[in-house]
């Protein structure tokens, strides 16, 4: 059963992901890959592109725009791919989790399980909720990078996160990167 739910969504982020391509994104109009030169350029990015996605929360992050992993963070020192990009939620749990989409049944509705943070997230979450936007770490060997920003609530959230006010932290975006090699 669950394998079938996976093929259905599997299916789905397929045909979503032709559907937005199929969209007018001719190959002369078609974007390169994105290239940040921060990680705060990064974050903003998919920050914008999650509030502009359509749906609520974690169904967000299945827009192709939230998908789409091709960008690099170039600091100019090193070169960085996204490994993962997951939502960090704290609203509806006592215990702040990662989100961790598994299906769409057949009406389409949402499941996902989540995931107990590291110990990097753990200490990031309490950073970004004492105000800080993002925090990041390096493994010591350069190799990979963890990156945790901060999602917070601007006006147009509030007519639905109506228990909140401007500025609250409403979730993250948990990033994993790995280093890759300079052309
Ligand atoms: C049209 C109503 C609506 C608007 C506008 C809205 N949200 Fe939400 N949001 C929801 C609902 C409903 C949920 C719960 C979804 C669920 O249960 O899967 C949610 C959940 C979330 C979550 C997951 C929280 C958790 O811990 O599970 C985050 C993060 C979030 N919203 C951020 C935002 C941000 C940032 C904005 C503004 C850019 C925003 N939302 C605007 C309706 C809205």
Not at 76 to 83: C, L, T
Not at 151 to 171: F, I, M, T, V
């Amino acid at each position: 059963m669950r394998a079938i739910f996976v093929a259905v969504a599997i299916l789905f982020v397929t045909l979503g992901g032709k559907a937005f391509s199929a969209q007018g994104l001719s190959p002369q109009q078609a974007t390169p890959p994105q290239i940040w030169e921060s990680r705060e350029e990064m974050h903003d990015d998919y920050v914008r592109r999650f509030e502009s996605a359509a749906g609520f929360g974690m169904s967000r992050m299945l827009r192709p725009p939230m998908l789409d992993r091709g960008g690099t963070l170039d600091t100019g020192r090193s070169r960085y791919a996204i490994e993962a990009l997951e939502l960090v939620g704290h609203l509806q749990t006592d215990t702040p989790a990662a989100y961790v989409p598994t299906a769409h049944d057949a009406s389409l509705r949402l499941s996902f399980d989540s995931r107990a943070l590291t110990s990097f997230e753990t200490t990031a979450l309490a950073a970004l909720r004492s105000g800080n936007q993002l925090v990041s770490n390096d493994d010591g060997s350069g190799g990979a990078l963890a990156v945790m920003g901060a999602l917070r609530a601007k006006e147009s959230c509030l007519k639905c996160h109506g228990s909140r006010k401007a500025g609250d932290l409403l979730g993250a975006f948990t990033y994993r990167l790995r280093r890759i090699a300079h052309d």
